[in-house]
C-alpha cells in the first residue's frame, strides 16, 4: 500500500517563474492537505481539499498560490511568480473518506522549492 | 487562540533516558492531539495521537499525558535511543472543523549513544 506521494521531490526555480507541486494521496484517501515548511520552523496549514472542491483555503497567500484537487489525477499546488521567500518545503498528507477516522493525516516525503 | 506552543526547541538526552516534549494549547475547541516525527530530508511521520477524553496513551516507549484542564499534553520517549534523534512535532485539531493541524514549533531531539 503505497503511501502518499509527492513529486518533484526538488524543484529550483528562477525568481518569476511557475512552480508546480503534485501531490497523490494514498489508495483510498479522498482529502489531501497542503502544509509549508519554511527554514527552522514548524508546519503551516495552506489548504484543505476534496476532490473537486477547496474546502478550507484559509491559509494559502491571497497572490500567486492556488491549489486544486481534480477529479482525476493528483492534487496540485501551484505557485506563479515565485519569490525568494517561496523557498521552503511544501508536504501535502491525506486522510481516509469522512466519517473514518478523517483525523489522521499521512504526510508525504515532500517537495523542496528553491528559489534563485 | 488557534496557537500550540512547545517545548523546549532542542533536547539532548543520554541513552535510555526519558525524552520530555511538552505542548500548550489555548483553543478549547481542539479535540484531537497527535505526534509527529521528522527526521532530515523527510515528511513528518505520525507517531501516537490522543483525543481528550483519556489522561493517558502507551503506545510502545511512546506515552502521551493530556491534561484538560491545565490545556496541555506531553509526549514521554522511554529508553530513548540515538534512533530517536529526529524532530518531534506536536499538533492539534478539531475532528469536525476539518482537521486542519495546528503545529508546535518543533523539538529536535538528540539521543547521545
Known amino acids: 500500500n503505497a503511501g502518499v506521494m509527492q513529486n518533484p521531490r526538488h524543484l529550483v526555480r528562477r525568481r518569476g517563474q511557475e512552480a508546480r507541486l503534485r501531490c497523490s494521496p494514498m489508495?483510498?484517501?479522498?482529502?489531501v492537505y497542503w502544509y509549508r515548511q519554511l527554514p527552522e520552523e514548524g508546519l503551516k496549514f495552506m489548504v484543505y481539499?476534496?476532490?473537486?472542491?477547496?474546502?478550507?483555503e484559509s491559509g494559502m497567500p491571497k497572490e500567486r498560490f492556488s491549489a486544486e484537487f481534480p477529479k482525476e489525477g493528483p492534487s496540485i499546488l501551484r505557485i506563479q511568480q515565485v519569490v525568494r521567500g517561496d523557498s521552503a518545503a511544501y508536504f501535502c498528507?491525506?486522510?481516509?473518506?469522512?466519517?473514518?477516522?478523517?483525523?489522521?493525516?499521512?504526510f508525504g516525503p515532500g517537495t523542496r522549492l528553491t528559489v534563485t | 487562540q488557534q496557537q500550540v506552543k512547545q517545548s523546549p526547541q532542542s533536547l539532548i538526552v543520554q541513552k535510555g533516558g526519558i525524552s520530555i516534549i511538552n505542548c500548550a494549547y489555548e483553543?478549547?475547541?481542539?479535540?484531537?492531539f497527535p505526534w509527529y516525527q521528522q527526521f532530515p530530508g523527510k515528511g513528518p511521520a505520525l507517531l501516537i495521537a490522543?483525543?481528550?477524553?483519556?489522561s493517558e496513551k502507551k503506545e510502545g516507549r511512546f506515552t502521551i499525558s493530556f491534561n484538560k484542564s491545565a490545556k496541555q499534553f506531553s509526549l514521554h520517549i522511554m529508553d530513548s535511543q540515538p534512533g530517536d534523534s529526529a524532530t518531534y512535532f506536536c499538533?492539534?485539531?478539531?475532528?469536525?472543523?476539518?482537521?486542519?493541524?495546528?503545529f508546535g514549533e518543533g523539538t529536535q531531539l538528540t539521543v547521545n549513544p
Open positions: 490522543i483525543r481528550p477524553d483519556v
Open positions: 489508495k483510498g484517501h479522498s482529502h
Open positions: 481539499l476534496q476532490k473537486e472542491n477547496i474546502i478550507d
Open positions: 498528507a491525506s486522510s481516509i473518506l469522512p466519517g473514518l477516522r478523517t483525523y489522521e493525516q499521512y
Open positions: 483553543n478549547t475547541a481542539f479535540d484531537y
Open positions: 499538533a492539534a485539531t478539531t475532528v469536525r472543523g476539518g482537521s486542519r493541524l495546528t
